[in-house]
């Protein structure tokens, strides 16, 4: 990623952290009195941190979801000199034979009488033709149109999506590569919840009903995902990279500023100090 890529990833992020932060300490406030309402005897068996933090925690995963990570591909690809775009509506025309068809393998695969083979099915799909056509339209959650004019459709979902959420991302990639053979047409996830390069199966499974997760060339799941968006190998590390830098900016103000542990920062000073005394004796 380039200087300007970075600089616009790392705005996202802080703009993303300075609203969680107004919105926990200003806009809606903590109030212990909640929590000992609420939980009488959890109130006074854990500390107040802990409920804190627990808060802080659900408006972090709600801000830092599928739509912020849309924002940050769309900011990526952009940077390869790409057209970017979020939620794009694609108007196509199906061929009518085409469409019943991917309509039956979804619906085969949905009640598990049939298994995925994305490859095999486009194959499929693409050998049937008629003169009868349909009108519609579909959504995806990033475009991208390379600078050699090459399309790339995501649906980029939550690392644990739902068989619904599923279904609809498989009809319309499948739909729109019925109409658009020379296109590329993505599931992705932006991270592993089983670790980068773990067994996602172990994680979450209701997926493999209509894709082969691990084998489709359509599924894309953290760093391939990254890497892809961004035309490099290295994009994944690097947004990690950018995500600890930021992360260390507001680790301080999350622990005095929302959780009032003004302590912490006297203490990893004193502790500093006494490491450095002890480093020159």
């Known amino acids: 990623m380039n200087n300007e890529t970075i600089r616009k990833i790392e705005k996202v992020l802080c703009d993303m952290m300075e609203k969680i932060l107004k919105k926990r300490i200003i806009t809606e406030p903590f109030i212990e009195e909640d929590i000992e309402k609420a939980n009488p005897f959890g109130y006074r068996l854990v500390p107040i941190e802990i409920w804190k933090g627990s808060k802080f925690e659900r408006s972090f995963v709600t801000s830092l979801g599928q739509k912020a990570f849309e924002q940050l591909a769309k900011i990526i690809a952009e940077g390869t000199g790409a057209i970017a775009e979020n939620q794009h509506v694609e108007e196509i025309t199906i061929n009518t034979w085409r469409k019943e068809k991917t309509d039956e393998i979804l619906s085969l695969q949905r009640k598990s009488e049939k298994k995925p083979n994305w490859a095999a099915e486009v194959d499929e799909i693409l050998a049937l033709k008629n003169n009868k056509y349909e009108d519609l339209h579909v959504i995806f959650d990033l475009y991208i149109k390379r600078k050699n004019g090459k399309e790339e459709f995501y649906s980029i979902k939550t690392v644990k999506p739902n068989l619904d959420q599923t279904e609809r991302a498989k009809r319309d990639m499948l739909y729109t590569k019925s109409c658009k053979e020379e296109c590329e047409v993505y599931l ?55 995500f600890e830098r930021v992360g260390k900016k507001y680790s301080r103000k999350i ?14 000073s004193i502790n500093a100090t006494q490491f450095i005394l002890c480093c020159n004796r």
Request: net charge negative.
């Open 255 to 268: 622990k005095e500023d929302y959780l009032g542990l003004k302590w912490y920062t006297i203490w990893t």
């Open 188 to 242: 992705a996830l932006p991270f592993n919840p089983a670790g980068e390069g773990g067994n996602y199966r172990e994680i979450h499974s209701i997926p493999y009903r209509l894709f082969e997760m691990d084998q489709d060339e359509c599924v894309l799941i953290g760093s391939e995902f990254w890497n892809k968006v961004g035309e490099d190998e290295n994009t994944y590390t690097q947004l990690l990279d950018v």
